[in-house]
Antibody, heavy 116, light 110 residues
Framework: QVQLVESGGTVVPPGGSLRLSCATS????????LHWVRQAPGKGLEWVAF????????FYADSVKGRFTISRDNSKGTLYLQMDSLRLEDTAVYYC?????????WGQGTLVAVSS | QSALTQPRSVSGSPGQSVTISCTGT?????????VSWFQQPPGKAPKLIIY???QRPSGVPDRFSGSKSGNTASLTISGLQAEDEADYYC??????????FGGGTKVTVL
């Protein structure tokens, strides 16, 4: 069955960096675009970034553009999110989701807390 | 990249129907069929329940239905059940590889 498992979330100081991973199984990874979506505590969902199936094209929400980098390793079936210059407002549970338009499968999320 | 507009909460008794609206613009909801709905129980990850405005993934009960008129999409839950109590989010493609979510609606079963 399709599985997505995020990892890498932790407490990080403002201005710090962090890399999240999303390990996948159960589908042909290299055939699907993938998203990162986040949810601040007690708040709604916010789209963060998307990478096409081939990894050559990457797109970002204005709130993270220039600070976050999405990437993927099709040989490992893994999606990444490099987060630099972290701000307090980046505190959230970060989810990875499969499929460009359907977002049909999600991971369980990993918590990133930006705090001094 | 403005969020889509959803009511903060809706409620209904078991067996009743409730409808959640999701209002966007002619650049997102009004322009594309790529409107999805997600159900998120407390403390859990979102789950896809409607895609392409009105399509149900395998395993989603037919009590859940979606529609769209102009810049507003809607999710209807018919025959409301206790297990339907959750937060519900709409999401639309907005062009140029940008996606936008609604603010979320809390469904309470009375």
């Amino acid at each position: 069955q399709v599985q997505l498992v995020e990892s890498g979330g932790t407490v990080v100081p403002p201005g710090g960096s962090l890399r999240l991973s999303c390990a996948t199984s159960g589908f042909t990874f290299s055939s699907y675009g993938l998203h990162w979506v986040r949810q601040a505590p007690g708040k709604g969902l916010e789209w963060v970034a998307f990478v096409r199936y081939d990894g050559d094209n990457k797109f970002y929400a204005d709130s993270v553009k220039g600070r976050f980098t999405i990437s993927r390793d099709n040989s490992k079936g893994t999606l990444y999110l490099q987060m630099d210059s972290l701000r307090l407002e980046d505190t959230a549970v970060y989810y990875c989701a499969k499929d460009q338009f359907r977002l049909d499968y999600w991971g369980q999320g990993t918590l990133v807390a930006v705090s001094s | 990249q403005s969020a889509l507009t959803q009511p903060r909460s809706v409620s209904g008794s078991p067996g009743q129907s409730v409808t959640i609206s999701c209002t966007g613009t002619s650049s997102d909801v009004g322009h594309y069929i790529f409107v999805s709905w997600f159900q998120q129980p407390p403390g859990k990850a979102p789950k896809l329940i409607i895609y392409d405005v009105s399509q149900r993934p395998s395993g989603v009960p037919d009590r859940f239905s979606g529609s769209k008129s102009g810049n507003t999409a809607s999710l209807t839950i018919s025959g409301l059940q206790a297990e339907d109590e959750a937060d519900y989010y709409c999401c639309s493609y907005a062009g140029n590889y940008i996606w936008v979510f609604g603010g979320g609606t809390k469904v309470t079963v009375l």
